[in-house]
Every structure is written in C-alpha cells, then in structure tokens.
C-alpha cells in the first residue's frame, strides 16, 4: 500500500502531505499560547491596586536586614498554580512594585500592592519599623501628561539588569561593616544615601521615577549540562561548577569507597566569586526588573540642566558596582546613538511614550504580547522592541538597594515622621 501511494505521488507531494497533518501541532502550540496570554491580561485587567506610601520615622537604627525580613514575609508568595488557575482563569503570580521618587527635590517611598494584601504589607513595615508611618496615596505617575514630539516635557528613561550571570550579586550591605547593627549613626555608610541625596537635590519641574519590581523567583534557565530548563538555584550551581572547572581535578576511585575524589585548586581572585556567590544562595530570592523615568517640565527646565538630570540619573547604581562580582547595567535606553538612526524622532517618541506606560501600568511580567518575544538583534536594530527582561536577586541584594534610610541621610526635603499616628485604645469609655 506504501508502495503504491509512493508510486503515485511525487516528493514534492509527499512533503505536503506531511505538512498538512503535522500543522495542527505547532499550530495548537501557538493558540494555546495566545489563549494563556489572553486569560493572563483579563485577569490582571480584573485586579485591584493600592499605592502605599512609607513616611520614614525621624530615628531609624536598624540595618537593611530589617528591609529583608519585610520582603521575605510580605512579597515573597511561594505557591503552585494548578491548570485551572494558572491556564483557564490565568491567574498570574503576584508582584509588586518598590518606588523612590524624587518630585521637584521631595523624596517620597511608594510601595503598589495588590489591595487584598495591603494590610499584611502594612504589618509587616510596622513590625519592623514601628515608628513610621504608612498611608494611601494618589498615585503620582498621572500628573505627567502624554509624552508627545512637541509636548511641553523632557522625558528620558531606561531599564537595567545584571551585567553578569544572575547567580553572583552586586555589593551589598553586608560588604560594607559600617552598616552592621549596633554601629554609632555617624560612622555609618549607607550605601542608599547617594540616591537619596540625589533625589533630594532636583530642583524645580525635575522628576526622577526609580521602579523595582519584585515577585518570587520563577525565571527559567536553559542548561547545557541537563539539556533541558532548570530553576535560578540549579542553574547557580552549574555556574559556580563551570567556574571551577579548569581547576577541579578528578581522581578516579581515590575517595571513599572507591568514589571519584575532587580536588578544587581556585586562583585566588576567584575567592570572593566563589564565597559571596554561595552565601547568596543561602538567602530567598525575588524576579526582578528595575526601569528608571527622568522627566522635567520645560516651563521651568532649559534643554542644558535637563541633559545634566539625564546624566546624572544613570549613575544612581554606580555604589552597587563590585568588578569582580556583579553589578547593574542599562538597557532599553529611550536614545539613539546617532541622530541618523532616528532623524524624523518619531521612532524615539514612541519609544518614550512606550517607557512612561510601562512604568505607569508596572509593566514588567506580562507585557502586551507584541513585547512578550525576544527579537532577533536584526529587527531590534531597525524596530527596537523595548522588552523588559528580568533578572534575579536575593533579598539582601533588594534590602541593599531598596530600604529606609536612617540619620546618615540628611537630605533637607527627605520627609520623615516623629511618630506613628495610632488608633486609640478600643476600651475607652464612649
């Protein structure tokens, strides 16, 4: 019978043929696809958001590690998705947004939580730092107008990630003794004071919108020894194993019971890799994505000071810089290298505009779908795609670049609180 059908069609047939009933396959793939995508942006649609701000208290004497306990008990929400939930109701897992923002040299911490756990989010800054104050605000991105080609405001912004593999850090905190608990406020060195005072000194029509945006750690790896994709914690190993390769010898049948022994002799530059990569394995671990927004009203800010704004933002991360171990890194810039590539400037307002909504919806998870691929580099350098890519941190590291500062921080227009306002006691007499 094979025979005959063979004998009757000609190869070019045959490949049709083939075709025609292996298409309903990657064609069921891409329409379910498009079917988890779409229940995914209906139900976030569906959600319902509170922006909190966190009015720091006059006196704060503890170390980041305070941050770290706020984000291990309030943002991180471990948990399993069945199909039901995850594919037919698509229920995403929860994320949230960290927030400093400086607004005509006022500094102001936002965090944006979804509403049915806002009260656990305010208990947890409360059981840290007692003294503070937390209330509900407006939420300040929609002051700013549409971003257009001849609109009356400088925008620049861009997104950063890590420079190297996710598995090492940045500088932390806990580099840094001076920021040990029990030290004395003035010989402390807090790594966050820069961005502070830098928040702190823009003057007026400035405004500089720094966004990190945390979830539990769900970012998938592809890795060459297992051939398939693992979680952050097993691709940080291989990482760390790759590194020691060259200098792991392996003695066949010389450990116990006739095992392969390993004997490991790392250069010593590799000391601090190796040790501080492994620590931060010990801690729990959030995606992230991190956009910073540069705007100025051209009311009261000439071109010249806006450019010095635009510098001067993309260096508020220098501090967390560590050569030999990690640091963060710009991407997805709302600029072109030279005025060739862009000269009529609608590509680049609408890469602007593009920036400004992201950051206003928090998008970094579930982009719109045109954003959800990653394009080959040939059409990204005629058509930049602008897709958020995240990276993975631990707590310490999100502690180290996202906390309260304490005294050390002297900014004049950083607003802090003498006291928390309470509630009265529910026993008083009517």
Request: charged share 20%; with cysteine; glycine share 6%.
């Amino acid at each position: 019978m094979l025979g005959e059908f063979f004998a009757n069609h000609n190869i070019i047939n045959i490949i049709i043929i083939i075709i025609g009933y292996l298409m309903p396959l990657p064609l069921s793939y891409v329409a379910f696809h498009f079917w988890h995508h779409y229940r995914t942006e209906r139900f976030i649609a569906g959600m319902k958001w509170t922006l909190l701000e966190v009015q720091v208290p006059r006196e704060v004497n503890k170390s980041p590690s305070a941050m770290e306990l706020i984000f291990t008990n309030a943002f991180f929400h471990k948990s399993g998705k069945g199909f039901w939930e995850q594919y037919i109701q698509g229920a995403p897992w929860m994320w949230f947004s960290l927030e400093m923002v400086g607004i005509d040299g006022k500094v102001h911490f936002y965090i944006r939580t979804p509403s049915r756990i806002r009260g656990l989010v305010e208990t947890q800054i409360y059981a840290q730092y007692p003294q503070a104050k937390v209330i509900e605000s407006e939420d300040y991105v929609f002051h700013v107008p549409k971003i257009t080609k001849h609109g009356n405001w400088y925008m620049w912004g861009c997104e950063y990630k890590k420079a190297l593999h996710d598995a090492r850090p940045i500088k932390t905190y806990r580099d840094m003794e001076e920021m040990e608990s029990g030290t004395k406020e003035e010989y402390k060195v807090d790594p966050i004071t820069p961005v502070i005072e830098f928040l702190g000194s823009l003057a007026k029509g400035e405004q500089v919108w720094i966004q990190i945006i945390v979830r539990q750690t769900l970012k998938k790896y592809h890795s060459h020894k297992l051939k398939k994709h693992v979680d952050f914690y097993t691709a940080a190993q291989e990482h760390l194993d790759e590194l020691l390769a060259p200098y792991t010898k392996v003695g066949k049948g010389g450990g116990l019971g006739g095992r392969d022994s390993l004997e490991v002799r790392a250069p010593a530059y590799l000391d601090p890799v190796i040790k501080k990569s492994v620590r931060n394995l010990e801690e729990v671990h959030f995606d992230c994505g991190i956009r910073v927004v540069t705007l100025a009203n051209k009311q009261y800010v000439s071109e010249a000071n806006f450019n010095n704004l635009r510098r001067n933002s993309r260096l508020i991360w220098r501090q967390y810089a560590s050569p030999s171990l990690n640091e963060l890194e710009r991407f997805n810039s709302t600029q072109f290298d030279s005025p060739f590539a862009d000269p009529t400037g609608l590509v680049l307002t609408k890469m602007k505009a593009r920036m400004v909504n992201f950051y206003r919806l928090r998008v970094m998870f579930h982009p719109p779908l045109q954003y959800s691929f990653k394009y080959h580099p040939l059409i990204k350098t005629f058509f930049p795609s602008g897709s958020p890519e995240i990276f993975v941190m631990s707590s310490e590291e999100l502690a180290t670049i996202f906390h309260f500062p304490g005294m050390v921080s002297e900014a004049p227009t950083f607003k802090r609180v003498e006291s928390k306002i309470a509630k009265p006691p529910s026993n008083l007499p009517s």
